[in-house]
């Protein structure tokens, strides 16, 4: 099983201000990466795949970076419906799927 | 509009069972892989399991933690994915979501990626 290590936890963060959370996976998963946006009581909602192909209406402060064991999500700008919880997906080898444990963004 | 909608849950002793219904609209059902991953209370995403589709013969995987107790089905007639829960344990508690696998091909491998997901529904397991 491929294990994915997200850091750091939590990311204190002001708006306007950049944020970068890492993700890394216990061995390659090439670029079959994904990362998802998690706000308090929705469901979670696709941001990017392929490690840094963003998905359909996503906006371009979001980008995803890396490949192999390590990978980045950058948010150039934080805007206030921003502040959420981020996981990162590896889907190259599975069964089975597996998630990172989740960065939590928070205003600072 | 691509949407999903979880049905089913709620509240169960543990030992018993349930079974969650998920309708799918706006897409065609029938070609795509289906996944189902839970939430428990205050904790992060776990993939539960997927069903692939009628072409790779609706092959089901699981993760370990409910492998031999839950079981994944499909009626593509109906638009419909299903997850029958046997042998509810409390550690089962959790919100529930299907979810839409994207199917993409890279080196002449297909990879699937969750692309579209329902609002979910909340099974508790509690004596």
């Known amino acids: 099983e491929i294990v994915m290590t997200q850091s750091p936890a939590t990311l204190s963060v002001s708006p306007g201000e950049r944020a970068t959370l890492s993700c890394r996976a216990s061995q390659s998963v090439s670029s079959n990466l994904a990362w998802y946006q998690q706000k308090r009581g929705q469901a979670p909602r696709l941001l990017i795949y392929?490690?840094?192909t963003r998905a359909t209406g996503i906006p371009a402060r979001f980008s995803g970076s890396g490949s192999g064991t390590e990978f980045t999500l950058t948010i150039s700008s934080l805007q206030s419906e921003d502040f959420a919880v981020y996981y990162c997906?590896?889907?190259?080898?599975?069964?089975?799927?597996?998630f990172g444990q989740g960065t939590k963004v928070e205003i600072k | 509009e691509v949407q999903l909608v979880e049905s089913g849950g709620g509240l169960v002793q543990p030992g018993g069972s349930l079974r969650l219904s998920c309708a799918a609209s706006?897409?065609?059902?029938?070609?795509?892989?289906m996944d189902w991953v839970r939430q428990a209370p205050g904790k992060g995403l776990e993939w539960v399991g997927r069903t692939r589709n009628k072409a790779n013969s609706y092959t089901t995987e699981y993760a370990a933690s409910v492998k031999g107790r839950f079981t994944i089905s499909r009626d593509d007639s109906k638009n419909s994915l299903y997850l029958q829960m046997n042998s509810l344990k409390t550690e089962d508690t959790a919100v529930y979501y299907c979810?839409?696998?994207?199917?993409?091909?890279?080196?002449?491998?297909?990879?699937?990626?969750?692309?579209?997901w329902g609002k979910g529904t909340t099974v508790t397991v509690s004596s």
């Open positions: 979810a839409r696998a994207k199917t993409t091909v890279s080196n002449y491998y297909y990879y699937y990626y969750m692309d579209v």
């Open positions: 997906q590896q889907y190259n080898n599975w069964p089975p799927v597996t």
């Open positions: 706006g897409f065609t059902f029938s070609d795509h892989y």
């Open positions: 392929g490690a840094s």
